[in-house]
């Protein structure tokens, strides 16, 4: 009998339980696993998970739901059992998937070849041809390392008898194993005790062999496009933050060390891709694509996708880019193909396929559909291609009304259904309110190419359903995911990606591609964002600090704070109550931490783990409006800490290099501007609200220390703007900001030494020009009052910098961001002439 | 027959374009009946470069894209074709319809094989109840498929009107079925689809027309237009081509450019373009017999 956790779990009856045998022992993989102290009670086992999910949260692992209101970035999902195979199992899997990939990949290169499969009848031409995803542009394309398929991934069960079986291929751009390599590294580190207790085996050994391989195409290519002294580049092609695997093509483009870009970052030119960065374009040898088939090219493929480049087609062609997986790769993943592969392999390979799959057939065939019409209850009817939206339906759950309406809707197209034997997938045990229940599962495993051959990947993406009845396991439809753990025979070495290189290698202070424009733009926006949401929390802190019962602080500034505030769009409602203020500020902080946050998300292959770590949080404030002021006060006070440490290892983490200058120039700027507009507003004051007014204003330009240092006890204007505008050494002044966009402008690319070049350089010269020739003195004096405007000289200063400043934003953009802008209008549907 | 063709397009753009790709399926085919004795692309401004091809379906397809930028392109092709009178496949009068969709349902013969790609719905081509119901009235049992192909190409002849005005490049049959109205590649687009839904395969034809002018009258140059037609499967390795905006049987003054499922594989000229804003086109197409 079991106890300790596996007390009370009941498995589910005719299917395969991976933990306990028939006769409700335990497994012994299990037993060792459940017996590791991780394992003692429920009590410690949430404990550790807590951490767990700390971390998960932290380090931003999300997946996006479609149509979920929760919006994008949906936590990951990870159970804290993992599956556990044993070696000798697995063995017999990494035959059987080797095999698969070997056969996949002669079907794929058959297909855009020579079509042989067509002429011996091994395949019925129109399961391939009727197929919207068989790409006829792509026809005749050998890669230029003549491998089809780099990378692959095949969803495989346990049937009730314990036999695994192949469920599902993907061929195009398989996702999942940054999320099989991030539930690794959680799982490892929260549950070392039981990791460390036997042998699995590590994944970077996996992640190596791809990358050599991918590298080594594109090194062909490289040959082919620039001649044989050509150093390779890869890059990671997304389609952006929306698609529901963002996370991982950023997590990936960061552990292989590729650049993470978008279509519009590519250009074609020469049948050659380059990259548009910003000191011009770079050539691009390989593409690691992240995105389907048909939305590479919005001019050889689907016409109208925003998300490819024009041309890569012809690129592709000339054998002048590594495309991985080619081009067309698809047609191989798709259910109509399912039935016809073992046939294939027997008639190429001369054997039987090691891993079964279920059984499956193609409508439009005839014979096919003639047999399973006599007896469709035994059958789930799928759609035949992955473009087609058809929920799969199990006929045994059907009443004979809507079996006959299946029937009749698949006769009209038969070409575009499969019909499945049904399996019945094995389960296990999942964590759910602190005790085991049984779930079924299915593990998502990666073959790699890799020189002639292929590897496995030790591991895999475990994924389980979220309830006990649920047919389809998918993570879409709420599912759940676990680590895989591989038992080896012998104990594994400890690996890394990083080889042992024992060739010199040549030192460089660059990276090796230049910055996208696209990268610059962001990074440039999210330095902006980070300033603004700093003085926005300055300011919110300010003015709260300012109701508290016993504040020593002059609450006569809040009026003016409050309409610092509302350019924030902060406006409590009247009266101006500390609880109306906190109502206000649960409405006003969240778009911009939205917008914090969403511009972060752009470059996140570009910030470091523990960057992204601090800002991640600020995508799901709290509210503060029910928490006790105190509580309240202290979550502001958290929120600008991390804005500050986030400062704090930007200027200390990363590199002197473009992507920092940008994000210095936006960060400056905006302080520029935000502290001309503090200083517009609280500097009008005068009469008796002046010093408090004044006490404010030093405090949001955090200059309360200097001033007091400075001037002991009086307050008065003139110090005040002296410090926080023409003080060249107050990194809090306007002359600071402008003085560092000076400076940083010379580093630009655009830029010639010793000259005041371009326009946005004379412009940030000239502000800093007439900052220089104003005097403090005069600002602050107040006897030309006119009107509502107290000093107007101040006025109009503080609105011509900011003006000036915005102006020379943009001045910035259209220097070096222009061509990121997606400008790309594919004009197809009105390129088309005469109709006859 | 010897016919020159000469087939200009001009786009003008409000803006500049800074960078263009394009595709041109302009080149003649090369046909039993008919051979491309010369063909010339001559493109303005001039492009970086320009790869001549074959694509999939084996029509001449060219590739070009211009880097300089510019506020008109134009694109003119100049062709000789010859063309052969053909013979009415009057044999086909024999061969019932459900044989020809029964010989394709199964793939045993090469031309069956080739005819399978026309089988299917195609991104252009969509199959509904409405279209199956309307080539059901010509597609009845027992009937030859000459005589069923004649018949739908007659009925979509009398039945819709031609107007320029009344569909895009994007409406589907069964759209113009309800339209009853349309333009070549609507009639084309629509007979296509009645073909492919009781089973027998279909293809697109994108050419031109030689226009006869009417009698004393001078040709007007530039007076023609691009033209689409189709060709039925009609068993056994025979097409054939027929033309529902004329209610004939594609003839001598028929000349094919290419051949694809539907107008999106075949279209003369395709691109992407960067910049622009608004544009306008022009299209002329000069379809001359000449002397041998």
Known sequence: ?836 | MLFSVVHRTTYRYTSAVSLSHHTAHLRPLDLPYQTCRSHQLAISPLPTSVEEDRDYFGNGVAAFNITQPHRELVVEATSEVEIFVRDRPDYLFDRPWEDVAAETAIVRTPGALYATEFLFPSPSVEITDSVTAFAQISFVPGRSILEAALDLNRRIFEEFTFDSQATTITTAPAEVLILKRGVCQDFAHLAIACCRAVGIPARYISGYLETQPPRDQPRLIGADASHAWLSVYGGNGDWIDVDPTNDILAGIGHIALATGRDYRDVSPLRGIIIGGGEHHMDVGVDVERLLI
């Not at chain 1, 039981?194 to 050599?212: E, I, K, M």
């Not at chain 1, 929306?242 to 970052?265: I, S």
């Not at chain 1, 001019?299 to 998300?307: E, R, V």
């Not at chain 1, 060739?503 to 440039?524: G, H, M, Q, W, Y």
Request: charged share 20%; aromatic share 8%; net charge neutral.
């Open chain 1, 1 to 836: 009998m079991t106890e300790g956790l596996p007390a009370g779990y009941v498995p589910m009856a005719g299917v395969f339980d991976e933990m306990l045998c028939a006769d409700g022992t335990l497994r012994d993989t299990w037993e060792r696993v459940l017996a590791t102290p991780d394992f003692r009670s429920a009590e410690v086992l949430e404990n550790r998970w807590r951490e767990a999910e700390r971390q998960i949260r932290e380090n931003g692992v999300t997946y996006n739901v479609y149509g979920d209101p929760r919006g994008l970035a949906r936590p990951w999902p990870l159970d804290p059992v993992p599956l556990v195979i044993e070696a000798s199992e697995w063995q017999a899997i990494e035959a059987g998937l080797i095999q698969r990939a070997r056969l996949m990949s002669y079907v794929v290169g058959d297909i855009y070849g020579g079509q042989s499969l067509f002429h011996s009848g091994s395949v019925a031409p129109g399961a391939v041809l009727s197929n919207p995803g068989f790409l006829r542009p792509c026809h005749g394309i050998v890669p230029p390392d003549n491998t089809h398929l780099h990378f692959i991934a095949v969803d495989i069960g346990r049937q009730p008898d314990g036999a695994w079986a192949v469920l599902n291929d993907r061929t195009q751009a398989p996702s999942g194993a940054g999320y099989a390599l991030e539930n690794r590294i959680v799982t490892s580190r929260c549950l070392s005790e039981s990791f460390n207790a036997q042998p699995v085996h590590r994944l970077a050994g996996f992640f190596r062999a791809l990358r050599d391989n991918i590298n080594n195409a594109a090194s062909l290519a490289a040959r082919r496009s620039r001649g044989s002294g050509a150093e390779p580049q890869v890059v990671l092609l997304t389609p952006g933050p929306y698609n529901e695997t963002y996370f991982e093509h950023a997590y990936l483009a960061r552990y292989l060390g590729y650049p993470l870009v978008a279509g519009e970052d590519l250009t074609v030119r020469y049948d050659r891709v380059y990259l548009k960065t910003l000191s011009g374009l770079q050539p691009v040898d390989g593409i690691l694509r992240r995105l389907d088939d048909d939305y590479c090219d919005p001019l050889w493929l689907k016409a109208g996708s925003a998300l490819g480049i024009p041309g890569l087609v012809a690129a592709h062609r000339r054998g002048h880019v590594a495309v991985c997986n080619r081009l067309g790769s698809g047609i191989v993943e798709a259910p109509a193909m399912l039935g016809y592969l073992p046939r294939i392999n027997r008639e190429i390979f001369a054997e039987d396929l090691i891993l079964p799959q279920a059984e499956s057939h193609w409508l439009g065939d005839t014979d096919n559909l003639h047999d399973v019409m006599g007896r469709l209850r035994e059958y789930v009817i799928k759609p035949a291609f992955r473009s087609f939206p058809f929920e799969p339906v199990f006929c045994d759950t059907l009443d004979d009304e809507s079996l006959e309406a299946l029937e009749a809707r698949v006769r009209k197209r038969p070409h575009a259904f499969v019909a499945q034997r049904r399996m019945n997938l094995s389960c296990v045990p999942v964590w759910q309110d602190g005790r085991l229940v049984a779930r079924p599962m299915v593990v998502r495993t990666y073959i790699a190419a890799s020189g002639s051959g292929w590897v496995v990947m030790p591991g895999g993406l475990t994924r389980v359903a979220r309830r006990s009845g649920d047919p389809v396991v998918s993570l879409q439809a709420g599912g759940g995911s676990k680590d895989t753990w591989i038992l080896a025979s012998a104990p594994v070495e400890i690996e890394t990606l990083w080889p042992s290189q024992s060739e010199a290698i040549a030192l460089r202070r660059t990276a090796t591609v230049d910055l996208p424009s696209r990268v610059a733009d962001n990074l440039f926006w999210l330095g902006r964002y980070v300033e603004r949401t700093e003085v926005m929390l300055r300011l919110a802190r300010a003015t709260m600090n300012r109701y508290m019962p016993d504040a020593a602080l002059g609450a006569s500034a809040i009026p003016s704070l409050l309409r610092c505030l509302n350019r924030f769009g902060i406006r409590p409602a009247q009266p101006a109550r500390l609880s109306h203020l906190l109502t206000a500020f649960d409405e006003g902080l969240p778009p911009v931490f939205k917008a914090l946050h969403h511009s972060a998300t752009t470059v996140r292959d570009r910030l470091s783990m523990d960057a992204w770590r601090l800002l991640n949080p600020l995508g799901m404030p709290t509210g503060l409006s029910n928490r006790a002021p105190v509580a309240s006060a202290a979550e502001l006070e958290g929120y600008l800490m991390r804005i500050a440490t986030f400062n704090g290892l930007a200027m200390e983490n990363m590199t002197r290099g473009l992507g920092w200058r940008f994000l210095e120039l936006g960060r400056r700027i905006e302080r520029a501007i935000q502290t001309a507009g503090a200083v517009r507003i609280l500097g009008s004051e005068s009469g008796e609200t002046e010093p408090a007014a004044f006490e404010a204003l030093l405090e949001v330009c955090d200059s309360t220390m200097t001033y007091r240092s400075r001037y002991y006890t009086s307050l008065r204007l003139d110090g005040v703007l002296d410090l926080v505008i023409s003080d060249d050494s107050n990194p809090r002044a306007i002359a600071f900001q402008l003085t560092a966009i000076n400076e940083h402008l010379r580093y630009l690319p655009r830029e010639r030494p010793g000259t005041l070049a371009t326009p946005e350089h004379r412009m940030a010269a000239a502000c800093l020009a007439e900052l220089r020739r104003v005097d403090m003195r005069r600002l602050a004096d107040s006897s030309d009052a006119s009107g509502e405007l107290t000093r107007p000289a101040l006025d109009r200063f503080a609105a011509n910098l900011s003006h000036d400043l915005s102006a020379l934003s943009d001045v910035l953009g259209e220097a070096y961001f222009k061509h990121a802008i997606p400008a790309l209008v594919a004009h197809t549907p009105a390129m088309i002439p005469a109709r006859g």
